[in-house]
């Protein structure tokens, strides 16, 4: 008889033992809690101190998150907090809740990349034009090649589309193919000279990969990356169609709400989704992770693709820190690189420390969140000590007085009437001493130490928030004037020069205030005048004075329309090219049909006696208009915008 049968004790005993070793996960068979983070931290007291920093920010900048840090092959750590779902109260389960990554998903662009490089169906410096039809080089503006290598650190020269990132319909999303080639957004700076982070560019790596593979983007990765690495609770199809169930499984997006609290956002669709659609699990970007650690990633057949895929690829000066074939290099030491994300109601944050193979992943169903997703990776990598810098003698650094005035962001548009928006945010640069600087931008406030020729370090600030804004910034000069401020990563900054220059922006402003001002309330004055008339039982005027005045209302529809479109462009996330150009259209219309009402005012004039003061309303008019007009047309507002 067997022995179990004889002693079910026994039995049970090594029932229950065989239970507990099957059933645990294999990462957590072989947990080392030797060492320390590269901050400091001891591995044993990992634990609380990441429960100490999420708890003192759970419901406060984000509802829910979820925390997984990895060593080589294992996780050893993996913690959900707060709510999935307020309403519901759902917890956050860090291997079924569903987050939506966002702009994490650059870096499996990159990785599907480096792979078909790998297999020597790519090439980082060959010209993109090689992979697409010929009708998307014809709109490129410079002839000089874009590469793979400038796309990948940002630097392809686009600027960003004045279109929503973001539909609320699947009915709206096409090919990726026919999606990147009817809204292609201008390129505007030279190829490799300016950083200007773009959501273009990285879809059309994915259509590269799409031409080169014979398999569309999101099976691509699907076959080649998820896949392999066990990733079940991922997609990267535009719709989930090829992981339905993870619908079930997502949590609610939120936004903070001015008065506190958080607003649920509804499900979008992002149709450039190689950028940033794709949904998955805080475990299961773990393990892509951990296969960016490891020595003998399942991603590559050779280890020093791998290598070569997380060193740096590009940088403005050496001195600062930038980008890593797509990832973003952080300020710690080792060597770290990773990438963030930011969509509707979700952020997140991943970094892998390959010297020390050590991974880390934070996802947040709240958008713009920073204080977790970007708080937790500098709790473990960033080192606490104040170490000493290396004094440079003064006669070696450059004079901070040549870099005084004001900037704007690469990164926004600047051929459309949308170019307005980016100079509601000007960045002022001021000299501090002989040396060093003091940045000023919507209401932040902060001081730059030069501590290299060019290289300038944040110093201190009354607001915390400024430190993320320039941690460190480049001045590249050539013949004396300035070229850039980069900060390495997302977006440079570029000085305001000709006709956006300060005198020329005051200039507009004044005038386009008092064109708005005229144009607002004349038609007041005229009804005013009308019933004036009326009531002396004279409403006719002379024809003169008629066609004037109808100008003046095309002069008022047309205020009001640009005020339209500016607000539009400013809130309304759902405009389509059609409502853009119609708007565009209108412009058009009203222009040449004011234009044309104060010219027959001009020719009625001649012919009618008595009218002294006609002539200098004339006159006032149609310069307010012209100039009006010319004003919008130096604005891009009457500038079809490509579809």
């Not at 940002?154 to 990147?180: C, K, V």
């Not at 895929?309 to 770290?336: C, K, Q």
């Amino acid at each position: 008889m067997n022995t179990r049968m004889r002693n079910p004790v026994i039995a049970f005993l090594i029932s229950v033992l065989h239970f507990i070793v099957f059933s645990v996960p294999a990462y957590a068979a072989d947990i080392t809690n030797i060492g320390e983070t590269p901050s400091g931290i001891p591995y044993d007291r990992l634990e609380q101190e990441i429960d100490s920093y999420v708890n003192s920010h759970i419901g406060k900048s984000t509802p829910g998150a979820a925390v997984v840090v990895t060593r080589g092959d294992k996780v050893i750590f993996s913690k959900g907090y707060g709510y999935a779902n307020i309403e519901n109260k759902t917890a956050v389960d860090p291997a079924n809740t569903v987050f939506a990554y966002g702009s994490i998903n650059k870096a499996f662009v990159w990785t599907s990349v480096m792979q078909l490089v790998e297999a020597g169906r790519i090439e980082l410096d060959q010209d993109i034009r090689a992979y697409f039809p010929q009708e998307f080089a014809k709109k490129l503006r410079y002839d000089k090649p874009i590469t793979m290598l400038d796309i990948m650190s940002h630097t392809a020269g686009y600027e960003q589309h004045p279109l929503s990132t973001f539909t609320p319909s699947a009915e709206n999303l096409t090919s990726l193919e026919e999606t990147l080639l009817s809204s292609q957004p201008e390129q505007i700076y030279e190829p490799d000279k300016v950083i200007a982070y773009s959501n273009f560019a990285t879809a059309l790596a994915g259509l590269a990969v799409e031409k080169v593979s014979g398999e569309a983007f999101s099976d691509y990765e699907m076959n080649h990356i998820l896949r392999p690495l066990g990733m079940n609770r991922s997609s990267g199809h535009p719709t989930l169609g090829d992981r339905p169930d993870l619908r079930d499984a997502a949590a609610t997006g939120y936004a903070v709400k001015q008065e506190g609290g958080f607003e649920a956002r509804a499900r979008y669709y992002v149709p450039l989704y190689p950028a940033g659609a794709m949904e998955g699990t805080a475990e299961d970007l773990a393990r892509f992770v951990m296969a960016l650690n490891a020595k003998d990633s399942p991603l590559f057949t050779r280890p020093e693709t791998m290598r070569s895929m997380l060193s740096r690829s590009y940088t403005p000066n050496e001195d600062i820190l930038s980008n890593a074939h797509g990832f973003w290099e952080y300020r710690a030491e080792p060597h770290v690189v990773g990438h963030s994300g930011n969509v509707k109601g979700f952020s997140g944050n991943f970094a892998v420390v390959p010297n020390e193979q050590l991974g880390i992943v934070v996802l947040t169903n709240t958008e713009i969140e920073q204080k977790l997703t970007s708080g937790i990776i500098n709790l473990l990598v960033q080192d606490k000590k104040k170490l000493p810098e290396m004094l440079v003698p003064a006669a070696d650094l450059s004079p901070s007085s040549q870099l005084a005035g004001y900037y704007v962001q690469s990164g926004g548009t600047y051929t459309t009437y949308h170019e307005l928006i980016n100079y509601l945010g000007l960045i002022k640069v001021e000299a501090k001493g002989a040396h060093d600087l003091t940045l000023s931008v919507m209401g932040l406030s902060g001081d730059m130490k030069q501590i290299s020729p060019n290289v300038y370090k944040f110093d201190k600030s009354d607001d915390p928030r400024f430190e993320r804004l320039a941690p460190i910034l480049y001045a590249e000069i050539s013949d004396s004037q300035v070229v850039r401020l980069s900060k390495g990563i997302a977006t440079d900054i570029l000085p305001v020069k000709g006709g956006r220059s300060i005198p020329a922006l005051m200039g507009y402003l004044v005038l386009a205030a008092i064109a708005v001002l005229f144009f607002m309330l004349a038609p007041l004055v005229i009804l005013i005048q009308w019933l004036l008339r009326k009531r002396k039982g004279s409403l006719s005027a002379p024809a003169a004075y008629r066609l004037l005045k109808a100008a003046i209302v095309c002069g008022t529809i047309l205020t009001v329309n640009i005020l339209y479109l500016l607000v539009n462009a400013l809130i309304n996330e759902n405009m389509t090219v059609g409502q853009m150009n119609f708007g565009v259209a209108l412009n058009w219309v009203l222009a040449i049909l004011g234009g044309t009402l104060i010219m027959l005012s001009f020719v009625k004039g001649k012919h009618q006696t008595g009218l002294k003061r006609i002539k200098r309303d004339q006159i006032g008019v149609a310069v307010l208009f012209s100039g009006f007009a010319l004003l919008l047309a130096n604005w891009h507002f009457f500038h079809f915008i490509q579809n």
